[in-house]
C-alpha cells in the first residue's frame, strides 16, 4: 500500500528491476515524477528517510550490483 503516488511510482520501478534477470541488458527507467527519479539517485538523503529511502536503496542496490548493465533514468 503506497502512501502517495510517489511511493506508488517507486513501488513499481522496484517492482520492474526485481523482475530483470542475468541476461537483460541495459537498463532505461521513465518516470515523470521528479522525486522518484532523486530519490533513486540519491537515496541517503535526509529528506527521503524512511519508506522512501529504503524503496530508493534496494532499487540502486539491484541496479548497482548488476557490472554488466547500464541503466538512465528519464524524466519528462
Same mark, same amino acid.
Given at each position: #500500500?503506497?502512501?502517495?503516488?510517489?511511493?506508488?511510482?517507486?513501488?513499481? %520501478?522496484? /517492482?520492474? %528491476?526485481?523482475?530483470? +534477470? #542475468?541476461? !537483460?541488458?541495459?537498463?532505461?527507467?521513465?518516470? !515523470?515524477?521528479?522525486? %522518484?527519479?532523486?530519490?533513486?539517485?540519491? @537515496?541517503?538523503?535526509?529528506? /527521503?528517510?524512511?519508506a522512501r529511502s529504503e524503496i530508493g536503496l534496494k532499487i540502486r542496490q539491484i541496479l548497482d550490483n548488476? @557490472? +554488466?548493465?547500464?541503466?538512465?533514468?528519464?524524466? !519528462?
Open positions: #500500500e503506497a502512501q502517495d503516488s510517489n511511493m506508488a511510482e517507486l513501488q513499481a %520501478v522496484l /517492482y520492474g %528491476v526485481e523482475q530483470l +534477470n #542475468e541476461t !537483460d541488458e541495459n537498463i532505461i527507467i521513465m518516470t !515523470d515524477n521528479k522525486n %522518484v527519479k532523486q530519490t533513486i539517485k540519491r @537515496p541517503n538523503r535526509e529528506e /527521503y528517510k524512511g548488476s @557490472p +554488466n548493465r547500464a541503466y538512465r533514468i528519464y524524466q !519528462d
